[in-house]
């Protein structure tokens, strides 16, 4: 798009590991916090799944679907492992630590 001489000169601008680590961090961190207050203007639904992963560790998938724009959006709102004796209770424990992204209870609908 710029041409060889701006694109040489790019290459030669070298990042380190922490910085790159550091970069997707703050992306990520970034993507959390837009999809957080996203949810927080409005009414929203939780939908929860347990799947294995590769390495055979249970993990608790929960997406969050809320209104944004006119328009009904569904996204991955966190990812965390179980332990092997997982109960509801266990469940419930870890689903409610979305208050600590301050989420709120009454805000969340049952869908059948």
Not at 34 to 46: C, F, T
Not at 85 to 106: N, R, V
Request: glycine share 4%; proline share 2%; hydrophobic share 35%.
């Amino acid at each position: 798009m710029h041409g060889d001489k701006q694109a040489r000169e790019l290459e030669a601008v070298p990042l380190s590991e922490g910085t790159i680590s550091r970069r997707i961090t703050d992306m990520a961190q970034d993507i959390k916090c837009q999809l957080i207050d996203r949810v927080k203007k409005g009414k929203y639904a939780l939908q929860l799944d347990e799947s294995t992963d590769m390495s055979n560790s249970a993990q608790l998938l929960v997406f969050a679907r809320y209104s944004f724009d006119g328009k009904l959006d569904e996204d991955m709102l966190f990812c965390t492992p179980l332990e092997l004796k997982c109960t509801d209770e266990d469940i419930f424990t870890k689903l409610d630590k979305i208050k600590e992204e301050g989420l709120s209870w009454d805000e969340c609908i049952v869908t059948t």
